[in-house]
């Protein structure tokens, strides 16, 4: 028998019918994203001793409950006279799979690896007719001896991690209380802000020149497997990694620290001569576009960093190519980009995670406030963005609930296997010995370097 095995699939629409003839267009952010789709995994002890089957049926009730405020993840795709897509709201519903594991929670977690993970999702890629495919999947599975996993699986045409992390909060406050905390908000990106404008501005060349690049290149080639560890470092590891850096602690962040360190170690275990090995950093806009917590759509923006000339172990001048890329990524600049993009007709789609080493910061996502029952915090969340091709992918996320105020974080790395390999190996890596949450083969995981 497999470990997980399926029980139920089935389509839960919302409680409230969605006004007739309504449409939720995208942006030019969104269509950039249509390659790409996003896998969550929430896991969660059990608070209570309930009967199978039990815990599933209170979610989807709820579930029901919450796809009322999210219009956009009920309807389907449909096609502009201009050939963009756009959202019919016509209450089609979504996906709900439901299942059973073996073991308990907390046994998973200690013996996991990315294959395994990936069975607590559900995805099914967009069919020849857009129109009676599901955007979102949900996936339940409770475990037999205690504990259940939610998974998420989205479009990134509709959704970014933030947003989808929204969602799952959003549903678990449905289910605890009755009652969203923050209901999402649908409307376009802003617009530059009136009197704000500066006449001697100068666009943003080099962001624009990304994504033209981005645009214009040929399909990535899909040939290497792809592995996936998760690595935990605690508040005193990124401290130090920090002090390696700079003298100063409070001139960096612990997401300039862990980018660098990672930049120049995968750099290592690629052969990169030269400089450092390409890679494009990923960071969520919001803020810097004074967008409200509820905004729901894609709101990250990718952005080349320059590693030529860097070399061996030189954190310090890595960590600087980072900070500059993020300070040069202000309102304006990204103004640049979106009014860009919305100027061209573009078909060709790129694939954003395709080519460069891609590292994300995910640090602002609330993944641990997502509480489905009293004293029942998320054990761990692991989040993919997919498909995993190109150089490889880092994302660098908060840590578990109860440390948030720390420098601690939690890092996701995809690489080829034997560079993964390479990597736990490196003396750098083993200097902060971080622990060890899903490793290689499943014979690292919970352990330290």
Known sequence: MAEVSLTCKRTVISTKPVQPGKFCPLSALDRLMERNYLHIVFYYQSTVERNPGELTKKLREAVAEMLSAFPIITGRLFKTPEGHWTIKCNDAGMRMVEARAKGSVEKWLQNLDREKELQLVHWEEMFHKPYFWSTFYVK????EEGGIAIGLSCTHLLSDPPCATMLIKAWA?????GKMITPPLFHPLPGRRPGNTNTNHEPYVELIDYYKLSIEKPAPVFN???VTIILAFDD?????CITRIAPVESSRTPFEALAALFWVVVSKVKGTKGGLTNMSICL???NVLGLDRGFFGNCMVYNKVNGDGIEGNELCKAANGIKEVVRKMDADGIMDLIEWLKERNYQDLPWMNGYDLICVN?????SYSAIFEDNAR???VSYYIEPAVGEGQILIMPPPAGSRNTFSRVVTITLPEDEVNKLLEDALIQEFSPTILMG???MHSSTSL
């Open 140 to 143: 339940v599975t409770e475990f």
């Open 173 to 177: 406050d449905m289910t605890l209380g």
């Open 224 to 226: 290497t497997k792809q």
């Open 236 to 240: 005193e590891m990124v401290r130090r």
């Open 284 to 286: 969520d806009m919001r």
């Open 362 to 366: 995910l640090e602002a996502v609330d």
């Open 378 to 380: 998320p054990l761990r």
């Open 440 to 442: 290689l083969n499943k």
